[in-house]
């Protein structure tokens, strides 16, 4: 957690109605993002990431709902007791949001510079010269050569990675405190990645907003991030600074993610998976979530939903292995009275 935090997420529930019952997307996160900070949201696909993302926007469409009792407060704002109208000012001033498809978020039949343009003049009410010049001004901020040029290009005439810089120039227009990039590299090949996640630290660093970076990569959160959130089954798993994650993950999930991250020089074809896949959300097991795919699993994983238990002072996991690691040798031992001892929120 962090003191006097940007954004502040607090035991979130986003429910969807489905021909099986609630899904249960996110079931009681709780995180925060510090001023100028850049948070990885990390997990499969399915761990409730991107609906994470959705609520903060307030972007749940009619079938899902934030539950009663979430609270999400950007810069002292509760957004939930926004109204619609008050949230619209939100989007976009003081969040920006960027998907994995550049092409999706933008206009074909539109300039860029015309879409960049467009955005000062609605959102700040810039002259049309002044919003040309805006316009011209993003595109070179986010590293496109040539930009008067560039501006009376449309997307279709860029190279993908060139679209997605269009893309977060067209999110930073209005110099929003927090970015939230969804998968922003996962549609691009790994030399642009690495390009794009050089741009977004570059810009941040510039501009000193927030970035609350989604996912499914550990890599990427390596690269970028100072902090990490790992999701699963629709809760936080484990939660801690980079440098500490990759030096000791105490959650076996996250341990299964870092196997499964390409090494340099490493053969694709000895990449480690985790087996099995996510739950359905409408089904949650009982106990641990991630039992069924765990090594170590023993008969209290079932029994028991486990907390998220605090490992020093910002580094938590919601598995007992963080308080009992001997477990990992002997999964079968006896549960232990004190299990809990320990247990955080
Ligand atoms: Fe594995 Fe049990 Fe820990 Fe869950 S609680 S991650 S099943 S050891």
């Known amino acids: 957690m962090t003191a006097d935090p940007l954004l502040e997420v607090n035991d979130l529930h986003t429910t969807f109605a489905t021909d099986a019952g609630p899904a249960r997307a996110v079931d009681g996160v709780s995180f925060t993002v510090g001023r100028g900070e850049t948070v990885g949201l990390v997990g499969e696909s399915g761990c409730g990431k991107s609906v994470t993302a959705l609520s903060i926007l307030r972007l ?15 810069e002292g704002r509760d957004l939930l007791s926004l109204s619609e109208r008050e949230m619209r000012g939100v989007r976009g001033n003081r969040v ?10 933008l206009n074909p039949v539109m300039t860029v510079g015309d879409q960049i343009a ?10 049309r010269a002044d919003a040309r010049a805006k316009a011209v001004e993003m595109l070179r901020l986010v590293g496109i050569a040539d930009p008067e040029q ?57 501009m000193g907003m927030s970035i609350l970076l989604i996912t499914h990569d550990l890599g990427v959160v390596a690269e970028t991030a100072s902090r990490v959130i790992v999701m699963y089954a629709g809760e936080v798993v484990e939660e801690a600074g980079v440098r500490e994650l ?25 990449l480690a998976t985790i087996p099995g896949a996510v739950p359905p959300p409408t089904d949650w097991p009982h106990g641990c979530r ?32 963080a308080i009992e690691p001997e477990r990992r040798n002997h999964p079968h031992l006896p549960i232990a009275a004190a299990t809990n001892a320990g247990a955080g929120a």
């Not at 467009?118 to 002259?127: L, Y």
């Not at 090594?295 to 910002?314: S, V």
């Open 150 to 206: 560039r501006a009376h290009e449309y997307p279709h005439q860029l190279s993908g990675g060139m679209r997605q810089r269009v893309v977060i120039a067209l999110a930073l227009v209005m110099s929003p405190a927090l970015l939230i990039a969804d998968e922003p590299t996962t549609a691009l090949d790994v030399t642009i990645q690495a390009q794009i996640l050089e741009l977004l630290a570059e810009v941040q660093q510039r």
């Open 118 to 127: 467009e955005v000062a003049r609605v959102h700040a009410g810039a002259s």
């Open 60 to 74: 749940i469409d009619g079938a899902g709902r934030i539950e009663k009792g979430s609270r999400i407060v950007l």
């Open 290 to 321: 991630f039992r069924e795919r765990c090594p170590y699993a023993w008969e209290l994983c079932e029994r028991e939903h486990p907390p998220l238990y605090q490992i020093g002072d910002a580094h938590r996991s919601r598995c007992p292995l």
């Open 96 to 105: 920006a949001m960027i998907w994995q498809e550049p092409l999706s978020a």
């Open 246 to 270: 990759f030096a000791a993950a105490h959650h076996p999930y996250t341990e299964g993610l870092m196997r499964a991250m390409p090494r340099v020089g490493g053969s694709a074809e000895r």
